[in-house]
């Protein structure tokens, strides 16, 4: 137990939590709207802007800290990374409207439920972040969903080769072949 004579600004870890809560409901409602084939989420954009309100509050309260309950540094990394996420969730539904996606691909719905359910372990994560206990099994958890993330990944654009642009190449082949026969 470490003692100090100088109390350190335990508002951190309570405006932790409540960014580790967006990021959760930013990734649920990406998945669910994965599932659903909506191109659109509203909600997102307003977790993305509330994210935002977060970040600075934890920046402002570095600033207005002269003993913080663990390196500024690390304090500026996790709530930048956090905010990260949730704009990373915002953007993927922005994109899906942008570019008029008009069936969401088995590969994304699994990307989904891969992502929700690393939200889920990224809110328990920071919210148990006073005295950094048990992080160790929601970092686990979060790498194996990243390792399984990589293979969807992976899988998704081998079918993507194999499906589109493999069989448009052999297309091509055969029109030249036909060509060639047709002026020899």
């Known amino acids: 137990m470490r003692l100090s004579l100088v109390p350190q600004e335990r508002r951190f870890y309570a405006l932790f939590k409540k960014q580790g809560e967006l990021v959760n409901e930013s990734l649920e409602q990406l998945r669910n709207g994965l599932l659903e084939g909506q191109t659109r989420h509203p909600r997102l954009r307003e977790l993305e802007h509330e994210c935002d309100d977060v970040t ?30 949730v704009d990373l969730a915002e953007e993927v539904s922005d994109k899906i409207d942008l570019y008029r996606v008009k069936e969401i691909t ?53 079918e993507l ?14 029109v030249l072949e036909a060509t060639s026969i047709k002026n020899a």
């Open 56 to 85: 600075h509050e934890i920046y402002n309260l570095i600033n207005q800290t002269f003993v913080t309950p663990f390196e500024r540094e690390d304090i500026y990394s996790l709530a930048s990374s956090l905010d990260e996420v």
């Open 161 to 174: 080769f194999t499906d589109g642009a493999m069989d448009q190449c052999e297309h091509v082949a055969n």
């Open 106 to 158: 088995p590969s994304a719905r699994r990307m989904g439920e891969l992502l929700a359910k690393a939200g889920k372990e990224l809110q328990d994560a920071v919210a148990n972040l006073e005295g950094f206990k048990n992080l160790g099994p929601h970092r686990l958890a979060i790498h194996s969903l990243e390792n399984q993330g990589d293979r969807v990944t992976r899988e998704a654009l081998a």
